[in-house]
């Protein structure tokens, strides 16, 4: 692959939706490098859907210290394609990463504590080749360290120059809160949520979205695919190049049940009606609320990413598919 040239219009056709309170705008549509991008991967098929997404007006790309596998390696070859196609755009980019899984031996390389927190944004950095990163989160709460004490190191973080933004992953409405309050104290706003949510897993929709909105903090939500669950790539089967197919993916064979595919296919009659792919649905399905401000997609194919994007074209849901998605969503019994 040789010289890439971003598209001149590349901003024409994607939203951009306000995070939160802040200045910042988010694509509605971010990829995620939580797959498909490590060490095990292709590094072509890599640098062209980043590529692609940027030509489609993604301009967020979200990652995390332990990304790969192996750890690490989703950064080593992001840098890589910065350096290679994107050194000239780095301003036209939100870049995040994040930290709180385990990622190096130890009692400094996992959790919440200041020692952990900024030696793994130094490495995210170094692999990187980047001087900052514009979003940087606490991945999973700490129980074990003091809430002060994570978002004492968040605080500092961005008073270093090292990123511009804060943020929580996996926060409960009541941690989050906590932390929204600490983080105004000191005056680093938390800029944004990345919870997971999807059809399968509406746990925000109790508290925490009225947390965010309260609190004038963005959502970004992850899998909200359900890891490839909420499309058609599953209605045949288990292709082998799929989640459920891989010894290091997160989505188990035993977990495609024939109660969730039946949900799933009823809810793809629904999609047809709208004429969107399964997968749109469910991305404009989660963007729906007035407080998510993106959904985090993942791809192993530029076409998924095509694919995404397409859902942009119709994000309105009338009340009576709101009802129905609802009654097939709430059924014990598939159909």
């Known amino acids: 692959m040789g010289f890439y040239s971003p598209e001149i219009d590349r901003y024409d056709e994607m939203k951009y939706n306000r995070c939160g309170r802040s200045g910042l705008k988010l694509s509605a549509i971010s990829l995620g490098l939580w797959h498909n991008f490590g060490s095990v991967d292709s590094m072509s098929n890599a640098r062209t859907m980043v590529q692609r997404a940027f030509d489609l007006g993604i301009t967020h790309f979200d990652l995390a210290n332990n990304y790969g596998p192996s750890p690490g390696s989703a950064e080593e070859n992001f840098g890589k394609i910065l350096k290679k196609d994107f050194s000239s755009h780095r301003d036209e980019l939100i870049i995040s990463t994040k930290a709180g899984y385990f990622m190096w031996p130890g009692p400094y390389g996992d959790w919440g504590s200041r020692k952990y927190l900024i030696a793994s944004l130094d490495q995210s950095l170094s692999r990187m080749g980047l001087e900052y990163v514009d979003i940087f989160y606490h991945h999973r709460p700490d129980l074990e360290t003091p809430l002060e004490e994570t978002m004492y190191a968040l605080d500092q973080i961005v008073r270093s120059g090292k990123a511009l933004y804060v943020g929580v992953s996996n926060y409960s409405p009541g941690l989050t809160a906590k932390a929204a309050k600490i983080l105004r104290d000191l005056g680093t706003p938390c800029l944004i949520h990345q919870p997971k949510y999807s059809m399968f897993n509406r746990w925000i ?32 089967g288990i292709p082998l190049d799929s989640r459920a197919a891989k010894r290091h ?51 192993s194919h530029v076409s998924q990413i095509e694919d995404a994007v397409g859902a942009l074209k119709n994000t309105k849901f009338s009340s009576e598919e709101l009802k129905m998605i609802d009654d097939i969503l709430d059924s014990k019994k598939s159909k």
Request: charged share 30%; proline share 1%.
């Open 205 to 236: 929709e109790k508290d925490l979205l009225r947390v965010l909105k309260k609190e004038g903090i963005g959502c970004i939500a992850f899998s909200p695919l359900a890891q490839g669950l909420l499309t058609e790539r599953y209605f045949k």
């Open 249 to 299: 993916g997160f989505l188990k064979v035993e977990e495609v049940t024939e109660e969730q595919l039946s949900k799933v296919r009823r809810l793809n009659e629904i999609a047809k009606q709208r004429n969107q792919s399964m997968a749109q649905m469910a991305l404009a399905w989660v963007l729906r609320h007035s407080e998510m401000t993106s959904v985090l997609v993942g791809a």
